[in-house]
């Protein structure tokens, strides 16, 4: 239900357009919660038939703007302070490292070590924004600095991560077969 959630976030903040919400989720979601447009639609429609939201305003093509109604404000509420977060983590790169075994020695460091890269990029990436904004202090813009700030920091630690594992399967799978890994400080 986060997608629900995050809608409704986003609209707390000022109404918006379908396609005004997928640029906010392209330049701000993105890092924490990814959607597609046929997503942002289809619970645009589930939202205000459930009375969450309204149409606020149209434009040209059938632009439809929506704001949050009350009872929308309320479920937000509900959410940030009834349900605990889903801590489920799911991550296809990280799925594939359970499965690298199945490469030769020299796929798995190149798998890891481009991992290592992509992180890095996104750290800079994140960085970039953050030392560009302007930071004007208000509510909506401290919590979305520390959702960048997360992100900044997650990609260092997945970075740095990526290349211990590198090194880590490198040396380990260049051993004797059979041979049981050691247990190597990763700090």
């Known amino acids: 239900m986060s997608l629900r959630h995050a809608l409704l976030g986003l609209l707390a903040e000022k109404p918006a357009s379908g396609y005004d919400l997928l640029k906010r989720f392209e330049t701000s979601l993105s890092m924490v919660w990814p959607a597609q447009q046929s997503q942002v639609y289809g619970e645009l429609a589930k939202l205000k038939e459930a009375g969450l939201i309204e149409v606020t305003g149209t434009g040209a093509r059938n632009r439809r703007d929506y704001g949050i109604t009350e009872e929308g404000r309320a479920e937000l509420h509900r959410w940030l302070t009834e349900v605990g977060p889903d801590l489920a983590f799911r991550s296809a790169a990280l799925l594939r490292v359970f499965f690298l075994w199945t490469l030769s020695r020299e796929e798995g460091v190149a798998y890891l070590r481009d991992f290592a890269r992509e992180n890095s990029a996104r750290q800079a990436a994140l960085e970039q924004v953050r030392d560009t904004a302007t930071w004007v ?20 630690n997945t970075a740095d991560w990526a290349e211990w594992a590198a090194a880590q399967l490198d040396e380990q799978l260049g051993g004797n077969p059979g041979e049981e890994p050691s247990a190597a400080d990763p700090t």
């Open 137 to 156: 202090g208000d509510p909506v813009q401290v919590c979305g600095w520390l959702a960048l700030e997360f992100g900044i920091r997650g990609s260092q």
